[in-house]
T-cell receptor
């Protein structure tokens, strides 16, 4: 079985400041890791994914994440956030058809 | 075309009504999914169709009935729902190939059961 823990339920951050959202996973098999973003009253949009290869993954909107197998982590980072980054962020793991989501992290960007 | 579309955007129904949610994609994806998402919670998988056949049913009550008429279309038929079924219903699809393929989500249908 696999599970995902998002270590921060809420992250307030000022505009143009950096942000890091933490995600740890547990799995007995090889996994594939994803970060999705959900803007208010919208569906989920894929930010980035790790399937194999380089452990530093770049995604859309200036986000990047680093896969760390020894620490079973997949933390998401952005060096400078905008007001428009205010959203819910979900980390997910998938060894098969079933995506297992973390509880989500609410990011609120303030001016 | 690189998106998953869902209709309607909003739906209000009584507990005795019958309604359907529709999901469509034209990306050639051969796996399609229904998720239920309650407020402030992550999506929960309900059903998976692979090559138009139901492959996963996550013990969903029979008042929810999925249907996959063709490779581009996925329906969710609703009957005799309960107020606790009020939620955002998300559809997703993924390309053919390995089961680890990325899932692409639609905007969802926000359902209110009165």
């Amino acid at each position: 079985a696999q599970s995902v823990t998002q270590l921060d339920s809420q992250v307030p951050v000022f505009e143009e400041a950096p942000v890091e959202l933490r995600c740890n996973y547990s799995s007995s098999v090889s996994v594939y890791l994803f970060w999705y973003v959900q803007y208010p009253n919208q569906g989920l949009q894929l930010l980035l994914k790790y399937l194999s290869g380089s452990t530093l993954v770049k995604g859309i909107n200036g986000f990047e994440a680093e896969f760390n197998k020894s620490q079973t982590s997949f933390h998401l980072r952005k060096p400078s956030v905008h007001i428009s980054d205010t959203a819910e962020y979900f980390c997910a793991v998938s060894p098969d058809y079933k995506l297992s989501f973390g509880a989500g992290t609410t990011v609120t960007v303030r001016a | 075309d690189t998106e998953v579309t869902q209709t309607p955007k909003h739906l209000v129904m009584g507990m005795t009504n019958k309604k359907s949610l529709k999901c469509e994609q034209h990306m050639g994806h051969r796996a399609m999914y229904w998720y239920k998402q309650k407020a402030k919670k992550p999506p929960e998988l309900m059903f998976v169709y692979s090559y138009e056949k139901l492959s996963i049913n996550e013990s969903v009550p029979s008042r929810f009935s999925p249907e996959c008429p063709n490779s581009s279309l996925l329906n969710l038929h609703l009957h005799a729902l309960q107020p606790e079924d009020s939620a955002l219903y998300l559809c997703a699809s993924s390309p053919p190939g390995t089961s680890q393929e990325t899932q692409y989500f639609g905007p969802g249908t926000r359902l209110l059961v009165l």
